[in-house]
């Protein structure tokens, strides 16, 4: 479905010092740097897959996607989308892809979404039948009935949100890339646009492929992660798989009567008050399971809690991990 | 062409939203147009010729430029404003479109407002058809016809160059405008007067005089040789480099960070 081999990417950026003096000196003399944006990037996708493109800001996330739907030439390496080489084959590609640029809009800006609907349906030669079918359905499901006839410029960013991933769908994609769709969106807004990624993804078996800083998205959205820093993919598993590589570290949060707990190996306590305290347990010596018991049967527990490492952690701790 | 109006439609739809501003864009670029014509006129009064060439002559070559520029202005000025359309990210978008990139380009920026300055040139042109001395036979017509074609290609293929050159480099391309706007300027009069030099140039390296002078010359009868007729025709040549100049840049894209 979609397959990418050793993919490199360079960009050539000019460098200059700040100043007005400088900026003369670079109309004359440029110096370059070359960033290596992409190095030997490969992976595998298939159709119906939901996959999380996650890595830290600069990391090659948006390259990636921008050669995977035919914007940028790569330096080198091979990608087969539906068969087809993004860049070559450009229009036809297209037509069966779908993206969301979160930071940018496709609504034109001055005119009401539908009308940029209407737009869009003649852009990808969408027949009336199907266009009509799909709107409704679309509508129904992002709950945009009400604000398609405002103009895009009067929406709120979340009603907005809900229109780009509409208008990325009119043309019944196979593969959708969402660049950052939560960015900047409320609560309300996110669950919205979560829920209708899964509902696509699962009715219309679209391959999603998502990138996102927020990892409530990934816990919510993915079964698999691709983890990218500096260019290289350092990480391709599930979410359980990454879970349980971190997960060695359970934190306990107990509120107790009696006297002061005492710790035994594999049991650490990190805070410590006056009938509270937080432990943390290393699952490798020790069960969660015999953690609670040893403390339960040294004092009198009124309330406890189990956390495991949260996604965000995990992320962080990966990060460290490979020093990106 | 089905797509282009659509484009257009919801262009000017936006453009009405804001009434005031768009009534008064027009004017001002009549306005803008007019002044040019009040200062040749103005200039004819003292001193009756310029290099041989009457104020109706001259009249009508700055009409045929005018309006050669003028509508390419209208339906490519979209390449006009590409650095824009490539810094924010938009062409982005027009890659991710399953049409023609140029044609989208041509269809992000379609500037109604410049039916004020197609106005002007219209205007222009029927004042100085009949006051040209010309006698208007089926050739003669012909010829103006092709000058407006070849015009069009010309300036069209200007701004196309233009446009690729932001591939490469984002900023600083002031200095194409001395080839579009500088175009524009230059065709006022014909091209002969700014001496062999600049004909020169003109004629080999930015096609301008094929359209504009030497046809010129076989309109107002100074030439009978019939090839002048159909130079013009080089012009629409011209636009071969500058789509393959465009393709090259496309390769060369780079996008925006996000």
Known sequence: ?324 | MRLYLKYASIILRGQMQYKVSFVMSSIGQFLVAFTTFLAMYFMFNRFNSVNGFTFSEVLLCFAVTLAAFSLAECFVRGFDTFSGIISNGEFDRIMVRPRNEILQVLASRIEFTRIGRLLQAVLMLIYAVPTSQVVWSSDKIATLVLMLIGGFCVFSGLFIIYASICFFTIEGLEFMNIFTDGGREFGKYPISIYGEGVLKFLTYVVPIALFQYYPFLYLIGRTDNVVYMFLPLVGVIFLIPCLAFWEIGIRHYKSTGS
């Open chain 1, 1 to 324: 479905m979609i397959e990418l081999r050793d993919i490199c990417k360079t960009f050539k950026v000019a460098k200059r010092n700040a100043g007005l003096g400088e900026a003369v000196k670079a109309l004359f003399r440029r110096e370059y740097s070359e960033i290596r944006a992409l190095k030997n990037v490969s992976f595998k996708i298939d159709e119906g897959e939901m996959v999380g493109y996650i890595g830290p800001n600069g990391a090659g996330k948006s390259s990636t996607i921008k050669i995977m739907s035919g914007i940028l030439t790569p330096d080198s390496g091979e990608c087969v989308i539906n068969g087809r080489v993004p860049w070559k084959e450009r229009i036809e590609h297209v037509k069966e892809i779908g993206v969301v640029f979160g930071q940018r809009s496709q609504l034109w800006w001055d005119v009401p979404v539908v009308d940029s609907f209407e737009l869009l349906k003649d852009i990808y030669r969408v027949d009336e039948l199907s266009f009509r079918k799909n709107l409704n359905e679309l509508t129904e499901l992002l709950d945009i009935g009400e604000i398609i006839r405002t103009p895009a410029r009067q929406l709120s960013l979340g009603q907005r949100m809900r229109c780009e991933i509409a208008a990325s769908l009119l043309h019944n994609p196979r593969v959708l890339f969402l660049d950052e769709p939560t960015i900047g969106l409320d609560a309300v807004s996110k669950i919205a646009v979560r829920n209708f990624i899964r509902t696509i993804n699962k009715e219309r078996c679209t391959t999603v492929i998502l990138t996102t800083h927020d990892m409530q998205d990934i816990e919510a959205l993915t079964e698999r992660i691709l983890l990218i820093g500096k260019g290289k993919i350092l990480l391709d598993g599930t979410l359980n798989e990454l879970k349980k590589r971190n997960s060695t570290y359970k934190t306990l949060v107990v509120d107790y009567t009696g006297e002061r707990i005492k710790t035994v190996s594999g049991l650490r306590v990190t805070k410590d008050l006056d009938g509270h305290v937080e432990l943390v347990v290393d699952t490798t010596l020790l069960p969660v399971s015999q953690a609670i018991a040893i403390i339960s049967s040294q004092v009198d527990v009124s309330d406890i809690s189990v956390m495991g490492a949260t996604a965000e952690e995990m992320v962080v701790s990966l990060y460290k991990e490979f020093e990106i």
